[in-house]
């Protein structure tokens, strides 16, 4: 089966301190990897995604930037978090080039800036 | 360039009644289009697609949309609502061609299911 786990679930930080939050997919091979964050509960902001080790794509300027080490392992980090940066975060796995495959999501990652 | 919308914020209907969540879009060529569900601090979950063939398309918890080429929508509905169906909703549209494959996410419905 595949299953994206998303670690930690809920995160409390003071603004101006560093950020990781990592994603991790097993049961595929090249997954095409993106990062979201909602706010208020509502629509999805793409962050980043990639389509492989070390190729990431950036969909808005921010404070905020992504790592894929390796092929099932995509970070989200920050090296100085903004009271904006507060949300939920959701790492979502794609197909390949060509899948009609729809997205699977992970169970994201809850946080607060104070 | 490709979009969605989803003209409603909120949907409210009472048990047992169907219910419609609407969703137009717009992309190059045909699209693929796709519904999730989102329970409160959880992660997106699939509900039903459609890539071609059937413009009606069965998903999960009974719920089913309609493909409409002419009027660009893909509304999910379901014939009798459940408490346990309030969440909110997501429609998303790709296109099948594309380097990225990223889709594209309205900004989501939540439908609320009255007692």
């Known amino acids: 089966s595949q299953t994206i786990h998303q670690w930690p679930a809920t995160l409390v930080q003071p603004v101006g301190s560093p950020l990781s939050l990592e994603c991790t997919v097993e049961g595929t091979s090249n997954p095409n990897l993106y990062w979201y964050r909602q706010a208020a509960g509502r629509g999805l902001q793409l962050l980043f995604y990639s389509v492989g080790i070390g190729q990431i794509s950036s969909e808005v300027p921010q404070n905020l930037s992504a790592s894929r080490p390796q092929d099932r392992q995509f970070i989200l980090s920050s090296k100085k978090l903004l009271l904006s940066d507060s949300g939920f975060y959701l790492c979502a796995r794609g197909g390949l080039a060509g899948d009609i495959h729809e997205q699977f999501f992970g169970p994201g990652t809850r946080l607060t800036v104070l | 360039a490709q979009s969605v919308a989803q003209p409603e914020d909120q949907v409210n209907v009472a048990e047992g009644n169907p219910l419609t969540v609407k969703c137009t879009y717009s992309?190059?060529?045909?699209?693929?289009l796709f519904w999730y569900v989102q329970y409160p601090n959880r992660g997106l979950q699939f509900l039903l697609k459609y890539i071609t063939g059937d413009n009606l398309v069965k998903g999960s918890y009974g719920f089913e949309a309609e493909f409409n080429k002419s009027q660009t929508s893909f509304h999910l509905k379901k014939p009798s609502a459940l408490v346990s169906d309030s969440a909110l909703y997501f429609c998303a549209v790709r296109s099948p061609s594309g380097g990225s494959y990223i889709p594209t996410f309205g900004r989501g419905t939540s439908l609320i299911v009255h007692p």
């Open positions: 992309v190059s060529g045909n699209p693929y």
